[in-house]
């Protein structure tokens, strides 16, 4: 089945998901991750090629920078399950994932590389919560709607990309909170992201660098998007506790990640309101509707939502895709809204009913 498709049905039947991909997985279990020992933790630091932060961990969090560690925290034990299952299938050779001898000992070694990476990423983000007396989420089950290495690596490319666009709304948290020297830190993961971002763009046949300011996300967006890959109901605390909404997903094309050529076209969009009370008021309506895309660092742009179309709790419409206009290579994202002209990203989540609908403009297709 090709990825699309699974990420299709992902979308529309949300929680009907776990039926859907039949296996499930979790954080390696033999180097005591995410309580490693000291001597454990010595070897996840030998092979990031660096240790945790040095300096002392805050002993208090504003409201805002607690839910942005929160989200961090949930999202680096997602992406270590995510590469530890990336780094066993290379290493057994599982179909899809047949790595040439040679390239493989490279392939190996740069994907535990990461995978200790993002370990100490976790490991850093839920020692500042604990420190600071705060909800720290522990691993859950993950589902990765993908079986061949290409699209697991597209797929990385593009959870790296949204992070990379949250981690900028974290920084603004922390600074209007006062929390300058977790700026300083968030900024250097940020720089890290990218890194491995301009490894799996060269994987795929892109440039390295995608764009001169990388897309922003705000947190709601990013934890909506999350949603995809956490197995329903399989994480130990509830994830309620973290203090984000979880908008319905956005499918662009039919699918929530939507590869499409650099160019001025109409896409269609599709989401299931059935989750959302606030949405019930504009069923059956058409006037006032818009999506609103996010590129880089511009104002989020609002096209009208055309032919658009009800069933029941299910709305799908089309919408102009202005790629020439405001030049939009690489990510970008979408968000099916009540109304147009947001004075910024931030102000785009309020006004939502359904997103992220993430699009991925590819030179290679
Ligand atoms: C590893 O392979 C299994 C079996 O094909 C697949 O279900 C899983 O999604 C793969 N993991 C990654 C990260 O690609």
């Not at 949300?14 to 010595?42: T, Y």
């Amino acid at each position: 089945m090709r990825v699309s498709t699974l990420l299709a049905s992902a979308g529309l039947l949300g929680s009907a998901l776990g039926g859907l991909v039949p296996r499930s997985f979790g954080v390696p279990k033999d180097n005591g991750f995410p309580n490693p020992s000291d001597s454990q933790e010595r070897q996840i630091a030998l092979q990031a090629g660096g240790k945790l932060p040095g300096g002392a961990l805050p002993k208090t969090l504003g409201p805002g920078s607690t839910v942005a560690f929160q989200l961090i925290a949930f999202n680096e034990l997602f992406e270590v399950a995510f590469f530890n299952s990336l780094l066993q299938n290379i290493t057994r050779g599982v179909k899809g994932y047949e790595v040439p001898e040679k390239e493989r000992i490279e392939a190996e070694l740069i994907i535990k590389t990461i995978l200790a990476q993002e370990e100490q990423h976790a490991l850093g983000a839920l020692a500042t919560l604990k420190s600071a007396g705060k909800f720290a989420p522990s691993p859950c089950r993950y589902q990765f709607p993908v079986n061949k290495l290409d699209d697991a690596i597209f797929l990385a490319e593009t959870f790296t990309a949204v992070v990379l666009g949250a981690l900028q709304d974290a920084n603004v948290i922390f600074a209007s909170e006062g929390q300058p020297e977790v700026v300083r830190l968030v900024s250097s993961v940020i720089g890290q992201e990218g890194e491995q971002n301009g490894f799996y763009r060269i994987h795929l046949g892109e440039t390295p660098s995608e764009s001169p300011f990388l897309t922003t996300v705000p947190a709601a967006f990013a934890w909506s998007a999350l949603q995809l890959f956490v197995v329903p109901g399989s994480c130990s605390e509830d994830i309620e506790k973290i203090k984000l909404p979880i908008f319905p997903s956005l499918l662009v094309n039919g699918d929530p990640v939507a590869k499409v050529a650099p160019k001025d076209q109409k896409l269609k969009f599709a989401a299931n309101l059935k989750g959302s009370k606030s949405a019930r008021k504009y069923y059956g309506k058409s006037e006032n509707l818009y999506i609103t895309y996010t590129t880089g660092q511009q104002l989020p742009i609002s096209v009208k939502a055309e032919n658009v179309r009800w069933h029941k709790d299910t709305i799908s419409l089309e919408a102009n895709f202005p790629y020439s206009e405001n030049v939009m290579a690489g990510f970008s994202h979408a968000a099916l809204t009540i109304g147009k002209n947001f004075a910024s990203a931030d102000a785009v989540p309020e006004r939502t009913l359904a997103a992220p609908g993430v699009i991925q403009v590819r030179n290679v297709i």
